[in-house]
């Protein structure tokens, strides 16, 4: 289920709308809820979508970035049980996604 929400949220995230991958009328769970209740997790959920998909575009490994993303939703995301935890990680890894490096040409 984590690894279903993971891959949504981010490939339909690059579309533009916050809520895009995540169904608001019913939402899975807790990171999910904040998400759709919070204006700032929102917010955060698109930075973190836009620096995935400029990451993508710089050429970085897609299964490595998918990997990190598996593992930092399971590690990092999924205890947030509060706006600010979930805001503060999404800023943490949008700026590790950010300095990942893409293919040398």
């Known amino acids: 289920m984590k690894f279903l929400f993971l891959a949504c949220f981010f490939v339909f995230s690059f579309g533009g709308g916050a809520h895009a991958a995540i169904n608001c009328s019913n939402p899975a769970g807790g990171v999910e809820?904040?998400?759709?209740?919070?204006?700032?997790?929102?917010?955060?959920?698109?930075?973190?979508?836009?620096?995935?998909?400029?990451?993508?575009?710089?050429?970085?490994?897609?299964?490595?970035?998918?990997?990190?993303q598996t593992d930092w939703y399971s590690n990092v995301l999924s205890r947030c049980n509060n706006v600010t935890c979930t805001v503060d990680a999404m800023a943490e890894r949008s700026a590790e996604i950010e300095n990942m490096d893409g293919k040398s040409d």
């Open 33 to 68: 809820r904040l998400i759709c209740t919070s204006s700032r997790a929102s917010v955060a959920q698109e930075d973190l979508a836009f620096s995935y998909n400029l990451a993508m575009r710089r050429g970085v490994d897609m299964k490595s970035l998918q990997q990190s």
